[in-house]
């Protein structure tokens, strides 16, 4: 017995890394599984294959830009064409383009805003609508410590996590009465290509902040968002629950 027999998802951004983590853990606790993300197809179809090995018969994945309305609209209708609705919207696409408020370019702040937010809203908006006639639904957005606490050389990210913050407690109170719930989660420091991308030297004062003293995996993040979608957590909803090593307290 799997924590999600018989429900099904979909997690954008779920090629790699912390999305894909959550996409085969939902597989593995008996979900079927579609991604939506902007990869390569070679990529997709990789992930793909990972998720049908983890037990997701049905897996598919869509390419296309989380900030394209147009493309969330499509989305929606794929996913109920392809499983008759939808139980679980995990809206995990994300982007950085760090840099200081007196050096970041007007138009990295708002791509930022648009792909993390503005793409949230959008799949919100179309997910929901699925899930209103359903009476039932899951929706969880990856915010990060960064929306909780702010973050030097983050204006631009922080500002849209804590945007998806505010996002997710709106959507929480306009959706429960119809047996919707709506969280977040805010991952600390994840061992991802993401967080790859950053130096010895960023990395080494990043842990500096974590009481745990070493970054997470994937895994840490999948693990409870496969809770909050299960029904379980049905009684948890507008809440943001970090896992972070113990950065924010
Ligand atoms: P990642 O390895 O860079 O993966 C991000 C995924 O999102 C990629 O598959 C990427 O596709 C996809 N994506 C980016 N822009 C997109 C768009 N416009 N439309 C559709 N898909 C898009 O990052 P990650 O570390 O796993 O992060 C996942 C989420 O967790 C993000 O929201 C991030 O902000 C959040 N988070 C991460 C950390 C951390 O320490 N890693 C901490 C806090 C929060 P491509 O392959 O095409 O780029």
Not at 104 to 117: A, G, Q, S, T, Y
Not at 174 to 180: F, P, T
Not at 217 to 246: H, M, N, W
């Amino acid at each position: 017995m799997g924590l999600l027999d018989g429900k099904n998802a979909l997690v954008t951004g779920g090629s790699r890394g912390i999305g894909l983590a959550i996409a085969l853990e939902f597989a593995a606790e008996g979900a079927e599984v579609a991604i939506a993300d902007y990869a390569s197809d070679e990529d997709n179809a990789e992930a793909v294959e990972k998720l049908k090995a983890a037990g997701s018969a049905g897996a598919f994945a869509l390419k296309g830009d989380v900030s394209d309305p147009g493309f969330a609209k499509e989305a929606a209708a794929r996913v109920k064409e392809a499983f008759g609705g939808c139980d679980i919207l995990m809206n995990n696409a994300g982007v950085t383009a760090d840099g200081l408020i007196l050096r970041m370019k007007p138009e990295d702040f708002d791509r930022v805003i648009r792909i993390n937010l503005n793409g949230a809203f959008y799949m919100t908006k179309e997910f929901s609508a699925l899930m209103v006639k359903q009476r039932s639904g899951r929706i969880i957005n990856m915010s990060s410590v960064s929306g909780v606490n702010g973050n030097p050389g983050q204006a631009n990210y922080s500002s849209s996590k804590a945007g998806l913050i505010g996002l997710t407690k709106s959507a929480a109170k306009e959706l429960g009465s119809r047996g919707i719930t709506v969280n977040a989660i805010a991952p600390g420091f994840i061992d991802t290509p993401m967080t790859r991308k950053l130096s010895e030297k960023q990395i080494e004062s990043s842990l500096e902040r974590v009481p745990l003293g070493r970054m997470g995996e994937p895994e840490d993040i999948a693990r409870l968002a496969a809770f909050l979608a299960s029904d379980k957590a049905s009684y948890i909803t507008a809440q943001v629950i970090c896992v972070d090593g113990g950065i924010v307290m």
